[in-house]
């Protein structure tokens, strides 16, 4: 079960608070202008509706929800003039506004709440002056509280925009690094194989032909030299293989990769036997960023694990994080661009958006 950040526990102090302020109309102490019942049945609903407004997983609830519970605090507030407490609901509507809409919506819905305030400080008391100072007051929460959070979720955008940059410049690096190592070992390979293994071919054929031209004694001397010079060629071409296929070190190179990344963490687990091709490596490195990128952007996830393994002739790759997910998940540019390079390499992706959010990549072992 995900945890709470700290942005879930002040949404539970608000609700609670909400409640709170209620309590006297609830319990009789006040008499609202309206059946209690109905009154209790719309503080539901409005408890329901600040919830679904702070919701990121369904697109259009947040905003329908943000309205109802904005429609409903003012009914609330006004059907009970008396309780100046209760006008703490208009300011939680105008602190989760600032994540469903601009700026300055919020602050001109600040304006309306603070004109329901005024209306119901005339309800209450002819006093204009303290309905005045009420009304004032209370804007001035609304606005400072409208103004942080829109100044915290500035804060907390850039930073997911860093870790996102931080992802891709690490995988970058990996890419760089793995092209990189592959280039020095086919350099390497053709010189050995161009320099040495020529030079020893020719001793090779020489000694050959001084089997047939060398007296008698000196053939067993010459036999070791050919022996030995074969041996020197066989462990050439060995040493050429195993540059070419030497693996490089993809747990490391991933771990690397999601190391740092502020309020995220990734573990990695990778097959120790899993030996791939250069372009599946780089499919690997690719499916890590994105499944990384799509967990701080989108997701919203505190925890997101990486599992890569063989299964017979194919790598599966599981991506899983705790984050909001979605029963139809559209895919962006960077998981439609991640499929099709799955796919040409004979390979095939899928997402699943039912618990947290899901990614499911397999290739084809070359």
Do not use: C
Request: charged share 20%; aromatic share 4%; net charge negative.
């Amino acid at each position: 079960m995900r945890a709470l950040g700290t942005e879930g526990w002040a949404g539970v102090a608000m609700l609670i608070i909400a409640v709170a302020v209620a309590l006297p109309a609830l319990l009789g102490m006040v008499d609202p202008l309206i059946p209690r019942a109905l009154w209790a049945l719309l503080l539901v609903v409005f408890v329901l509706a600040v919830l679904a407004a702070g919701t990121t997983g369904h697109r259009g609830i947040p905003p329908a929800a943000l309205a109802l519970a904005v429609l409903v605090s003012w009914v609330l507030v006004l059907s009970v003039p008396g309780m100046g407490l209760l006008h703490v609901l208009v300011v939680l509507t105008a602190a989760v506004s600032t994540y469903v809409i601009a700026l300055p919506m919020s602050i001109v819905l600040a304006v309306l709440n603070s004109a329901v305030v005024m209306l119901a400080g005339v309800l209450r008391t002819s006093d204009w002056t303290e309905a005045l100072m009420m009304t004032g007051f209370y804007l001035l929460i609304q606005l400072a509280t409208v103004f942080s959070t829109t100044t915290l979720l500035r804060e907390k955008r850039m930073r997911s925009e860093l870790a996102r940059a931080h992802v891709d410049l690490r995988a970058a690096g990996a890419l760089l690094e793995d092209s990189a190592r592959t280039a020095e070992r086919l350099r390497i390979s053709r010189e050995l194989h161009d320099l040495i293994g020529h030079q020893l071919t020719v001793l090779t054929l020489s000694l050959e032909a001084v089997r047939h031209l060398e007296p008698a004694q000196a053939r067993s001397h010459v036999d070791r030299a050919d022996e030995v010079a074969r041996s020197l060629l066989r462990d050439v071409r060995e040493t050429v293989g195993a540059l070419r296929a030497q693996p490089t070190d993809l747990q490391g190179a991933l771990e690397d990769m999601v190391a740092g990344i502020p309020g995220l963490v990734v573990d990695v687990a990778v097959d120790p036997d899993l030996d791939l091709g250069e372009e599946q490596r780089a499919a690997v490195i690719r499916f890590a960023q994105e499944t990384v990128t799509n967990a701080i952007r989108h997701a919203d996830a505190s925890r997101l694990r990486i599992d890569v393994s063989r299964d017979g002739a194919r790598v599966t790759l599981i991506a899983r994080d705790d984050g909001v997910g979605a029963r139809d998940p559209e895919l962006g540019n960077g998981l439609r661009g991640l499929r099709e390079r799955f796919e040409g390499l004979g390979g095939e992706l899928a997402v699943d958006g039912r618990e947290g959010f899901a990614v499911t990549g397999r290739l084809v072992l070359r």
